[in-house]
């Protein structure tokens, strides 16, 4: 099973994926306060001296007690999750394309004193950006298909995951910016 277990804090903002060990020891320990969605898995125990099988249903959503952190997210640059944002499509010439025949390109170019920052990067095809080069998309008569965005903190969780299940991405796309479309 490759399905990963939503964590939340206690607020109902997500956290971070969890596999099925590391939700268990958290419903061992009775560290979870509320969960939602369906059991996504059954792990079956040892028996009881009434002969009864212990048994952990896991959902597919959890709340665990804790700190609230800072209301601030940042979330990491990284070509994986930036690629995923734009759905493997050139921005500027709009193909789709294998992760390994793209490239993450700066709308604004860093010698020209852009910065690689979510909302100055986009997704682009190799011979796009070659074409570009050290311009902006005017100077180079392209246009860009979408305007790049930061994801928030459901979107990035969005990003990280590529088998969220339905109740997930139900819990998830509630808050999704309208920027990001689910493919």
């Known amino acids: 099973m490759n399905s990963k277990i ?3 804090n206690k607020a109902g903002i ?9 939700t268990a020891t958290l419903l061992v320990k009775d560290l979870i306060i509320w969960s939602l969605g369906d059991t996504v898995m059954e792990i079956r125990g040892g028996f009881n001296r009434q002969g009864e099988q212990s048994i952990l249903k896991l959902p597919s959503i959890v709340a665990c007690d804790g700190k609230v952190h800072k209301e601030f997210f940042d979330p990491p640059l990284e070509n994986k999750f930036l690629f995923r944002r734009d759905q493997n ?13 793209l490239s993450r390109d700066h709308v604004n170019p860093l010698s020209r004193g852009g910065k690689d920052i979510w909302t100055n990067v986009v997704t682009s095809c190799r011979r796009c950006n070659n074409r570009k080069a050290d311009r902006v998309p005017e ?3 392209m246009k860009l298909l979408a305007i790049p965005f930061v994801p928030n903190q459901y979107e990035f969780l969005y ?5 969220v299940l339905a109740d997930q991405m139900e819990f998830l796309s509630v808050r999704f910016s309208g920027n990001i479309s689910i493919s």
Not at 159 to 163: A, D, I, P, R
């Open 139 to 141: 100077e180079a008569r």
């Open 14 to 22: 997500p956290v971070s994926w969890l596999s099925r060990e590391e």
């Open 89 to 101: 499509m050139c921005l500027y010439c709009g193909g789709k394309f294998g992760v390994h025949e």
């Open 6 to 8: 939503l964590r939340l």
């Open 159 to 163: 990003l990280c995951n590529h088998n």
